[in-house]
């Protein structure tokens, strides 16, 4: 039966052209050309073609073949029968040598060619990630949530520096400059801060840009700074710099602000550096 079944294929095909039989195929099927060049991938034009049997229009004697293949079993005939009936026809056409162009032309497969979405996906996620390392590396974060980041997490908080020393203890020879000169903060980049008092008053609460500034009021009661970024601020004491308050690891938070301590944490951090000899 299935030897009988082959045979009468056969007859059909030898009846009509390739294109046609194609066609007829296509047709019984309710499917359109534009439907065979979504399910094959090839190119629309090529397709009208093989069914018209205009060879001179195709890319070559093997693309030819190739596309009715595909064609064929996209509607369902055999892609064997297919390609000898059209070899067949090829060559009593005269195009038994006929060369494909050289511009390497072949069908794509669908199966090798990835869905639209996942490139979409993968730009979507690979955006998240940029903007989330942004975000990160800038610490732009709740201010209360860095705030119990520095009271829960000791070990990566900085020491405070000394509490500033009363004007009336300094010697006369000058053990410590002035305490009353003007403290200036400026972000050399995005930095969220907050200055307080000793009593926990609010002074400045903000995220700074770059170039930004903020002078500590000279009055006020040992203002202190909470940051999670203090590598990016520079500190001046009447114009002169100091010391930078930390490194971008580590979040600080009671870390006096006013010129007396600053003097005071600088003059600390030298003798640290140079421990006096035997």
Known sequence: M????NDDENVELNLHSTGETLRRAREQK????EDIAKKT???YRHLE???SGDFDALPGRTYAIGFAKSYARTVGLSDASIGS???A???EQGHVAYQPESSGYAPASPSSIPPLY???TAGAIALLVFVGFLVWRSFLLNPDDMMQAAESETATSVAAAPASPDPQNVDDNGALPPSDGTVVL?????VWMKIYDADGNRLFEDEMAVGDTFTVPADADNPQILTGRPDALTVTIDGQPVPQLGTAEFTIKDVGVSAAALLAREKADDQAADPPSD
Request: proline letters at 7%.
């Open 85 to 87: 009936q059209l070899r």
């Open 2 to 5: 299935a030897e009988e079944s």
């Open 41 to 43: 991938r090839i190119p």
């Open 30 to 33: 309710d499917l359109s050309l």
């Open 49 to 51: 073609s093989i069914e």
């Open 186 to 190: 400026t972000a050399t980049a995005p």
């Open 89 to 91: 026809e090829m060559d």
């Open 118 to 120: 996942l490139a979409w």
